[in-house]
């Protein structure tokens, strides 16, 4: 079994990952994590010097390696869903899950986040806002479950994940 847990920013991805691969005694791997160990720099860095290019550049990589294992929980970061190639990729290679939170939830979540270099910007609303219009038909496209992830505890979350499943 392979899921893959899709969404934007906040909406509870790697935590609710991690508890779902423990709950199945699954692998877990969060794709923003592994970029960051095998860069040996965290994200906002890879932005600052590489540009948010490089880091999709990073983040393609990562994917396409932890797509190959089985009987694992992958969550990835929001914005993975922007090349045609990751999603053609997430949607052939198990159960996609998305999790829909909404922009008042994303702003309590990020209100004092520094590491999240898209919402360096006086109007975090606004960028939020942005993003979920650009990239809500995306995860809908391949998204074969979805949760609204935003009201209810992580563990309400991922017990409606596993009677889905």
Do not use: H
Not at 49 to 67: A, N, P, Q, T
């Amino acid at each position: 079994m392979r899921l893959l847990i899709i969404g934007p920013m906040a909406s509870g991805k790697s935590t609710i990952g991690l508890k779902l691969a423990n709950r199945l005694n699954l692998d877990f791997v969060d794709t923003d994590q592994q970029v960051e160990d095998r860069a040996g720099a965290e994200i906002s860095w890879i932005f600052d010097i590489e540009g948010e290019s490089g880091f999709r550049i990073r983040e393609e990589e990562v994917l396409k390696e932890v797509c190959l294992n089985d009987e694992i929980v992958i969550s990835t970061g929001g914005g993975i869903i922007i090349e045609k190639n990751n999603r053609k990729l997430i949607s052939e290679s198990g159960v996609v899950i998305y999790l829909e939170v909404s922009i008042q939830t994303q702003l309590e979540r990020t209100l004092m986040d520094k590491s999240r270099p898209l919402l360096d910007s006086k109007d975090k609303e606004q960028v939020l806002k942005n993003l979920k219009k650009q990239r809500t038909p995306l995860y809908e496209e391949i998204a074969n479950i979805t949760i609204e992830a935003g009201d209810r505890s992580n563990n309400q979350v991922v017990e409606e994940i596993l009677k889905l499943l």
